[in-house]
């Protein structure tokens, strides 16, 4: 039992104690199927005080019923507070892993962001240098043309080394 546990039994204990002490009625079911009501130390059936009648064997296992049931509704009480915490203690795994669920998601979202963006950089590259190789074969580039071509492709290049390491780190 933890000092949490222990202190929330006590309050209870304390609480008990003093509704009972404070003068508070209590209703007592018995074997025999009278129903007593115990106020301090006075017994009633109905508006009836039949503390007199009883004899201290009665009185006693009156009282005895009364403790199980107040300490039975003390140890569901306990139940509850057990089964709140699992409740709360639950509900706070859930948002971790709904936390962790949302982390994987953005991560995959940035993985498939930087995956396209490197696919785009590669299919420009290539796209420049077929073109480049092409009309340099047809011999169709002034020497402007072809430092020209020659810077796109170095940018293109520098582009794709720049958006595979991106790539790379979100991996």
Same mark, same amino acid.
């Given at each position: 039992?933890?000092?949490? *546990?222990?202190?929330?039994? !006590?309050?209870?204990?304390?609480?008990?104690?003093? +509704?009972?002490?404070?003068?508070?009625?209590?209703?007592?079911?018995?074997?025999?199927?009278?129903?007593?009501?115990? %106020? *301090?130390?006075?017994?009633?059936?109905?508006?009836?005080?039949?503390?007199?009648?009883?004899?201290?064997?009665?009185?006693?296992? &009156?009282?005895?019923?009364?403790?199980?049931?107040?300490?039975?509704?003390?140890?569901? !009480?306990?139940?509850? $507070?057990?089964? *709140? *915490?699992?409740?709360?203690?639950?509900?706070?795994? &859930?948002?971790?892993?709904?936390?962790?669920?949302?982390?994987?998601?953005? %991560?995959?979202?940035?993985?498939?962001?930087?995956?396209? !963006?490197?696919?785009? =950089?590669?299919? =420009?590259?290539?796209?420049?240098?077929?073109?480049?190789?092409? +009309?340099?074969?047809?011999?169709?580039?002034?020497?402007?043309?072809?430092?020209?071509?020659?810077?796109?492709?170095?940018? +293109?290049?520098?582009?794709?080394?720049?958006?595979?390491?991106?790539? $790379? !780190?979100?991996?």
């Amino acid at each position: 039992m933890t000092i949490r *546990n222990f202190k929330q039994l !006590a309050s209870l204990f304390i609480i008990l104690s003093i +509704l009972l002490s404070c003068g508070s009625t209590q209703k007592v079911i018995m074997d025999s199927g009278k129903v007593y009501s115990v %106020k *301090n130390n006075d017994f009633f059936i109905g508006e009836k005080n039949v503390t007199e009648e009883l004899t201290s064997q009665q009185k006693s296992d &009156i009282k005895s019923v009364l403790q199980d049931r107040l300490q039975a509704e003390e140890q569901r !009480a306990e139940e509850l $507070e057990n089964l *709140n *915490n699992q409740i709360k203690s639950l509900k706070d795994q &859930i948002k971790t892993l709904e936390d962790k669920v949302e982390t994987i998601q953005d %991560k995959e979202r940035n993985l498939e962001k930087a995956r396209e !963006a490197y696919i785009d =950089a590669k299919m =420009a590259l290539i796209t420049k240098e077929r073109e480049f190789e092409k +009309l340099k074969k047809n011999g169709n580039l002034s020497d402007k043309d072809k430092i020209d071509y020659e810077k796109d492709i170095l940018k +293109l290049r520098e582009k794709v080394v720049e958006t595979k390491k991106q790539l $790379e !780190a979100i991996r």
